[in-house]
């Protein structure tokens, strides 16, 4: 069985996340969604908010699983899940030249390769903290996020 792993914080997750995720599992027998998170600093959303609508747009993929790591080296994490392949999404140059060195490592640390997957280009402009700024300052996030997250954004992010 071959098990890639996309980790990320998911904080929220995105329409390019969400490509990745569905493109990755007519790639792999298993695809793990895992959620990193640092218990010490707070996110906009919850884990398990960030768990609930990653799993709600992936319910129809029966090979696609959403877990939570907390603290933990994602090498660490692969290991544990006999994961051959860390999967990354990729939006552009600025991604790789930050994905490029981690890649290097992990495979230093353990052994596992990351393959790295270009994303949709009709996403590249999408990003988590890009998506939070513009919903912060009332701006429409509609199409970058579902409209579940779209919402919760909006409520979460009231101005007073």
């Given at each position: 069985m071959t098990r890639a792993v996309?980790?990320?914080?998911?904080?929220?997750?995105?329409?390019?996340?969400?490509?990745?995720?569905?493109?990755a599992s007519s790639l792999f027998d298993e695809v793990v969604v895992a959620i990193l998170?640092?218990?010490?600093?707070?996110?906009t959303f919850s884990v398990d908010e960030r768990a609930g609508f990653i799993h709600d747009r992936v319910a129809d993929l029966g090979n696609v699983?959403?877990?939570?790591?907390?603290?933990?080296l994602i090498v660490d994490v692969c290991t544990e899940l006999d994961a051959q392949v860390l999967l990354k999404g990729?939006?552009?140059e600025t991604d790789f030249s930050?994905?490029?060195?981690?890649?290097?490592?992990?495979r230093h640390l353990t052994g596992v390769e990351t393959l790295f997957?270009?994303?949709?280009?009709?996403?590249?402009?999408?990003?988590s903290s890009l998506v939070k700024?513009?919903?912060?300052?009332?701006?429409?996030?509609?199409?970058l996020?579902?409209?579940e997250v779209r919402d919760a954004l909006g409520e979460r992010l009231k101005r007073p």
């Open positions: 996309c980790p990320g914080s998911y904080d929220p997750v995105t329409i390019g996340h969400i490509d990745v995720f569905r493109r998170h640092n218990p010490a600093k707070q996110g699983r959403v877990e939570a790591f907390a603290n933990r990729l939006r552009g930050y994905e490029w060195p981690m890649a290097l490592m992990n997957i270009p994303g949709d280009p009709r996403h590249e402009h999408v990003s700024e513009v919903a912060r300052f009332g701006g429409d996030v509609s199409g996020v579902s409209d």
